[in-house]
């Protein structure tokens, strides 16, 4: 893959041709290169973003250099030293799409004449170049309107889509590295009688104060997210077997401080939790198997009575519990 950049005088003197000169591949990432590594590369911070690579010459993702150190310089150490030593894969926030069976670039003698270009910008703040046939978009310009549409505006937690993405994602990385996933399911029990006795803000106040809850009980590289309605999705990576029982106790230790908050109406509405541990990514054909298994113990929670819990560990003996 062959990177160019492009230098464009402010103007006052803007010239009509940019000056275009080769960049090299200090802007470009393996996706695998660790955290840690890629911080002390750059310390001089000569990119506020870089573009990681799948190793196969194809970019998967950007990220920008202060919110790498800002997972290295963690105020928790457990969490610094876990983040040091992560791929840089695990940073991105949202990955880019492409068509795997395009036909190789063309040469950058086919490529639109740069000097044909044109110049937006807002303020003296570049927003794009655009050519005859292509519009390049700055990304420090869109990163906001990305991230707040990757947002649910209720509890301020990544969509359903970001889930399903970097579920897929981590299940890849996961059958790389040899570790587990897991995905735990947390349903708020009753939560149509809250919207029908105090109204849907009531309810918005109760979901959001849950998902903050939620947000805080886990660790900063474990992904929360709203998964739709009254359901909220947890990721977690890593987990010995076992494990998973003393994270869900947390998370229940956790909830029940909700008792404490004032401004949310009563009674405190209970969750149901189901969960499912893959520890061999290999026996998994689909990262929805984890989500589905999840879903079947939250099903059983619920049945149940609610207010419980049911877990099942995939590639162990005797996986089930509850």
């Not at 160019?4 to 080769?22: G, R």
Request: charge should be negative; charged fraction near 25%.
């Amino acid at each position: 893959m062959l990177f160019q950049h492009v230098d464009i005088v402010p103007k006052t003197t803007l010239p009509t041709t940019p000056v275009v000169t080769p960049s090299g591949a200090d802007c470009v990432v393996g996706a695998r290169e660790l955290l840690r590594d890629v911080a002390n590369r750059d310390q001089k911070g000569s990119h506020a973003y870089l573009i990681v690579d799948d190793g196969h010459g194809n970019p998967i993702g950007i990220v920008g250099t202060n919110d790498i150190r800002g997972r290295i310089g963690s105020h928790n150490l457990a969490e610094r030293k876990r983040w040091m030593n992560m791929p840089v894969e695990t940073a991105i926030s949202g990955r880019f799409c492409f068509d795997r069976l395009q036909s190789e670039p063309a040469p950058i003698s086919a490529m639109t004449d740069l000097r044909h270009c044109t110049v937006v910008s807002q303020n003296d703040r570049l927003i794009a170049i655009v050519t005859p046939d292509d519009v390049l978009v700055s990304w420090r310009s869109v990163e906001t309107m990305v991230a707040q549409c990757q947002k649910d505006h209720v509890t301020e937690l990544p969509t359903r889509s970001v889930f399903d993405a970097h579920l897929r994602a981590e299940c890849l990385r996961a059958r790389r590295d040899r570790h587990s996933v897991a995905v735990i399911l947390v349903d708020v029990d009753l939560f149509k009688q809250i919207n029908d006795r105090f109204g849907h803000a009531a309810g918005d106040s109760v979901l959001h104060a849950i998902g903050q809850t939620l947000r805080n009980s886990f660790r900063s590289y474990d992904m929360v997210s709203r998964f739709g309605g009254d359901e909220f999705a947890i990721l977690c990576c890593g987990c010995g077997p076992g494990e998973i029982e003393q994270t869900i106790q947390k998370l229940r230790t956790a909830m029940q401080k909700l008792e404490y908050n004032a401004s949310l109406p009563r009674p405190i509405p209970t969750a149901s939790i189901g969960a499912c541990v893959a520890h061999d990514l290999s026996q998994i054909e689909r990262p929805d198997q984890i989500i589905e298994s999840a879903d079947e113990c939250l099903y059983f929670s619920k049945r149940e009575g609610r207010n419980r819990s049911f877990t099942t560990e995939l590639g162990l003996e005797g996986a089930a519990r509850c």
